[in-house]
Structure formats: structure tokens, C-alpha cells
């Protein structure tokens, strides 16, 4: 029904940018989508997620002012654009989708929980010298 493609990730030096393009295919009506990241032995991150439909966006404290999540629905596109790269910012990163809305569902509600139904395969960025 789905399916999420990821691209664009490097090996790239501290300090770094990078944009990483996740490309949507498919019958269903994606309404939000979402990036995450995995490194090693640590649990799976929620970085940032958008309405494609309003561009509304919602990021994590930890990636808030460096990374940029942004749409292109002519393309079926979503884009996360990071900046300032750190070694620790070093995972697989993964896109998700969701056909229902995410954000503004309440204070108990959390845009960037792991439930989305949709996954790419992930794109491996490596930030070290």
C-alpha cells in the first residue's frame, strides 16, 4: 500500500550539514510524516514530524534549531535538513508515515511515539572526522 524510500545519507565531517529525502509511493493519503533515528544499542529516536497538508511541524528538544523537516507534495517528498552535525547525531535514520494526524491531539498525546504504521528501510549517516 505504502512504501517510504530514504536517501541522501553520508559520512560527513563535525560541524557538518546534511539532507536526507524520504520519497512516499502508494494509494493511501499519507497525512503525517516523521523521521527518526537508531545508533547502536540505543532505543529508536523520534526527531521531528509534519502535517503534509498544512506544514505544520513539531521537533524534539534534542534536535530543535538544527534539524528542518520540510515537504514537497509535488513530489511526494519529505526532507529532513540537519545542520551542525555532531558525532553523537551518527544512526540509521528512518522515515514513517501515518494516514491520521499526529499533532495537536493534546498534551498527552506524543507526535513523535513510534507508532506510525509506515517505515522505510533507513539511510546511514555517519558524523566523525
Known amino acids: 500500500q505504502v512504501q517510504l524510500v530514504e536517501s541522501g545519507g553520508d559520512r560527513v565531517q563535525p560541524g557538518g550539514s546534511l539532507k536526507l529525502s524520504c520519497a512516499s509511493s502508494?494509494?493511501?493519503?499519507?497525512?503525517?510524516s516523521a523521521w527518526f533515528r537508531q545508533a547502536p544499542g540505543k532505543e529508536r529516536e523520534g526527531l521531528a514530524c509534519?502535517?503534509?497538508?498544512?506544514?505544520?511541524?513539531y521537533y524534539a528538544d534534542s534536535v530543535k534549531g538544527r534539524f528542518f523537516i520540510s515537504r514537497d507534495n509535488t513530489k511526494n517528498t519529505v526532507y529532513l535538513q540537519m545542520y551542525s552535525l555532531k558525532p553523537e547525531d551518527t544512526a540509521v535514520y528512518y522515515c514513517?508515515?501515518?494516514?491520521?494526524?499526529?499533532?495537536?491531539?493534546?498534551?498527552?498525546?506524543?507526535?513523535?511515539?513510534?507508532?506510525?504504521?509506515?517505515w522505510g528501510q533507513g539511510t546511514q549517516v555517519t558524523v566523525s572526522l
Open positions: 509534519i502535517n503534509t497538508k498544512d506544514g505544520s511541524t
Open positions: 514513517a508515515a501515518d494516514t491520521a494526524p499526529r499533532m495537536g491531539l493534546g498534551k498527552a498525546s506524543d507526535p513523535l511515539a513510534p507508532e506510525y504504521p509506515y
Open positions: 502508494g494509494s493511501l493519503d499519507l497525512l503525517t
